[in-house]
């Protein structure tokens, strides 16, 4: 069965400082999938990473593809309040099942702390 | 473009009611996704259609749950009987499957069953 695993699970942080949240998955993918979520509202897409060593940036968010270790991470850089949201990895299981379903993360919430 | 339209967007009822939520995909979208999300369970997919063809509904909860996609753009889960355990936010997403797996989600609804 796919398993997509975050850590940390909860990420309390102050304002200014940097940290890396982690997606690990388990089934051969080279396309992962980043999304946020606001308390009360949807899911929006982030990031589409489309193969191994993909990086991509967003102001103070930027996310990388390691398709061989099965890793991606979501680096924050000098977070502020305004990131204060759950993030969530997912992956799709194509070359698996052949399903183009998105398997989703359990979500890291994150708070910047003033 | 107009997004992903779910209705209605809050809703409550007692138990033992039918519900019927709906959904709009976004045009030229040719997958459509149902989620839920509780705090227990996190996001949970329920079903999933391509080209108004049911794929997977092994999320589906119960038979007390069903889906119908009678065209490309509408789709609806109806619960009935209702019960408290299915309170919870349902989310319905879509995608293009041919261009790429990101799926593009609605507002949501949530459900409150008393």
């Known amino acids: 069965e796919l398993k997509v695993e975050q850590n940390p699970l909860f990420l309390s942080m102050q304002e200014g400082k940097n940290y890396t949240i982690y997606c690990n998955y388990s089934?051969?993918?080279?396309?992962l999938y980043w999304y946020r979520q606001d308390p009360g509202k949807s899911l929006e897409s982030l990031f589409v990473l489309l193969s191994n060593g993909a990086v991509k940036q967003e102001g103070r968010l930027m996310a990388s593809l390691d398709t061989k270790a099965r890793l991606s991470t979501l680096h924050i850089t000098a977070a502020v309040h305004d990131l204060s949201a759950t993030y969530f990895c997912a992956v799709d299981s194509l070359y698996e099942t052949g399903a183009n379903n998105l398997f989703f993360g359990t979500g890291t919430r994150l708070t910047v702390i003033p | 473009d107009a997004g992903v339209i779910q209705s209605p967007r809050h809703e409550v009822t007692e138990m033992g009611q039918e519900v019927t939520l709906r959904c709009k995909p976004i045009s030229g979208h040719n997958s459509l996704f149902w989620y839920r999300q509780t705090m227990m369970r996190g996001l949970e997919l329920l079903i999933y259609?391509?080209?108004?063809?049911?794929?997977?509904d092994s999320g589906m909860p119960e038979d007390r749950f069903s889906a119908k996609m009678p065209n490309a753009s509408f789709s609806t889960l109806k619960i009935q009987p209702s019960e408290p355990r299915d309170s919870a936010v349902y989310f319905c997403?879509?995608?293009?499957?041919?261009?790429?797996?990101?799926?593009?989600f609605g507002p949501g609804t949530r459900l409150t069953v008393t």
């Open positions: 089934t051969t993918s080279d396309r």
């Open positions: 997403a879509s995608s293009n499957r041919e261009k790429s797996y990101e799926q593009y």
């Open positions: 259609f391509n080209n108004n063809v049911p794929i997977d």
